[in-house]
C-alpha cells in the first residue's frame, strides 16, 4: 500500500488541462463538467439536502428550482450575456447555502429565490464554460441530467441522515467557501 500511495494524486493530472472533454462529446463534456468542480459539485448536492428538510413533493422543489434557473443561465452563458460576479457569486453560493443547511424550519417562500439565482449563476458559468460545438443542446442536456442527479444523490442521504448531520454538513460547507 505505501508503495502505491504517493501515486493516488496522479490520476487527477488527467484532468489538469481544460478541454479534454470538450472536443469529444458534448453530452460526456456536459455529464462530467459539475462533477469536476468542487463548488458545482458542493452547491448541487447541498440542494438536495437542502429538499431533505421538506415533507412529500415539497422536497423536490429546491432540486426543480435550481435545474430550471440554471438551464436557463445556461442559455444566458452560451449566448454570451455578460453576467457579473459569476465566479464571485457561485462562492457566495456555496457560502450561503451552508448557512441555509444549517439554519432550521426555513420556508420554502424564502429559500427558493435564493435557490433560483444560485442556479443561475452556476448555469451561467455552465454556459461559459461550454465546448464550441455544434450541438449545445447535447451539452445542456448533459449537465441537467448530471445536476439532477447530485440533487437526488444529497436529497436520498438527507433523508438517511439525523437532521444534525446535515446541519453539521452546512458548517463544513461554509468552511469550504472559505477555502475556495
Same mark, same amino acid.
Given at each position: =500500500? ?11 493530472f488527467?484532468?489538469?488541462?481544460? /478541454? ?9 463534456? /456536459?455529464l ?5 468542480g ?5 452547491? =448541487? $448536492? ?6 431533505? @428538510? ?13 435545474? *430550471?434557473?440554471?438551464?436557463? %443561465?445556461?442559455? !444566458? /452563458?452560451? !449566448? ?11 462562492? !457566495?453560493?456555496?457560502a450561503? =447555502? ?10 420554502? *417562500?424564502y429559500?427558493?429565490?435564493?435557490? /433560483?439565482?444560485? %442556479?443561475?449563476l ?10 464550441q460545438?455544434?450541438?449545445?443542446? @447535447?451539452?445542456?442536456?448533459?449537465f441537467?441530467l ?5 440533487h437526488?444523490? %444529497? ?9 444534525k448531520?446535515?446541519? $453539521?454538513?452546512?458548517?463544513? !460547507? ?7
Amino acid at each position: =500500500m505505501r508503495k502505491f500511495l504517493p501515486f493516488v494524486g496522479l490520476a487527477s493530472f488527467a484532468f489538469a488541462h481544460p /478541454g479534454h472533454f470538450h472536443g469529444v462529446n458534448p453530452f460526456n463534456s /456536459g455529464l462530467i463538467h459539475p462533477l469536476t468542480g468542487l463548488d458545482h459539485l458542493s452547491v =448541487m $448536492v447541498a440542494v438536495g439536502l437542502l429538499g431533505s @428538510y421538506y415533507a412529500g413533493k415539497k422536497a423536490f422543489l429546491p432540486a426543480l428550482t435550481f435545474v *430550471s434557473f440554471m438551464t436557463l %443561465g445556461s442559455i !444566458l /452563458g452560451l !449566448l454570451g450575456v455578460s453576467v457579473p460576479f459569476v465566479e464571485s457569486g457561485i462562492i !457566495l453560493s456555496v457560502a450561503l =447555502m451552508g448557512i441555509l443547511l444549517f439554519a432550521k424550519d426555513l420556508k420554502l *417562500s424564502y429559500v427558493l429565490p435564493l435557490i /433560483g439565482i444560485f %442556479g443561475i449563476l452556476h448555469g451561467v458559468a455552465h454556459g461559459y464554460e461550454a465546448p464550441q460545438t455544434l450541438h449545445p443542446v @447535447y451539452y445542456v442536456l448533459g449537465f441537467v441530467l448530471s445536476t439532477a442527479a447530485l440533487h437526488f444523490t %444529497g436529497l436520498l442521504f438527507g433523508k438517511a441522515l439525523k437532521e444534525k448531520l446535515v446541519r $453539521v454538513s452546512g458548517l463544513l !460547507l461554509l468552511a469550504l467557501a472559505f477555502l475556495l
